[in-house]
């Protein structure tokens, strides 16, 4: 079974920074990275590919979150910068395991993290 556990959430500024970390279980997966805010449906971030030359990422979070991945380590990051009052939310590690690229669907994914909170205060 595999394991997705995320770390590095918590409590800033608006215009400030936080790096999520995912310390994942067994082989290299292509992983993403979704966020769910009180009221709404879980929505895409960002992906990367097994490799990490490919990344995708919403338009909402463009120039300033940036995903990446340490492969010998199987850890993912989650860079983000300028944080907005609109990036609060519940942010999950995902992994898919029959794909290598980027997928920004949330059925595309077939492991998930229990989630941490970011809540970023105007």
């Known amino acids: 079974q595999v394991q997705l556990v995320e770390s590095g959430g918590g409590l800033v500024q608006a215009g400030g920074s936080l790096r999520l970390s995912c310390a994942a279980s067994g082989r290299t997966y292509a992983m993403g990275w979704f966020r769910q805010a009180p009221g709404k449906e879980r929505e895409f971030v960002t992906s990367?590919?097994?490799?990490?030359?490919?990344?995708d990422y919403a338009d909402s979070v463009k120039g300033r979150f940036t995903i990446s991945r340490d492969n010998p380590k199987n850890m993912v990051y989650l860079q983000m910068n300028s944080l907005k009052p609109e990036d609060t939310a519940i942010y999950y590690c995902a992994a898919g395991r029959y794909w290598f690229g980027v997928r920004t669907g949330v059925v595309d994914y077939d492991y998930w993290g229990q989630g941490t909170q970011v809540t970023v205060a105007s």
């Open positions: 990367i590919s097994t490799s990490g030359g490919r990344t």
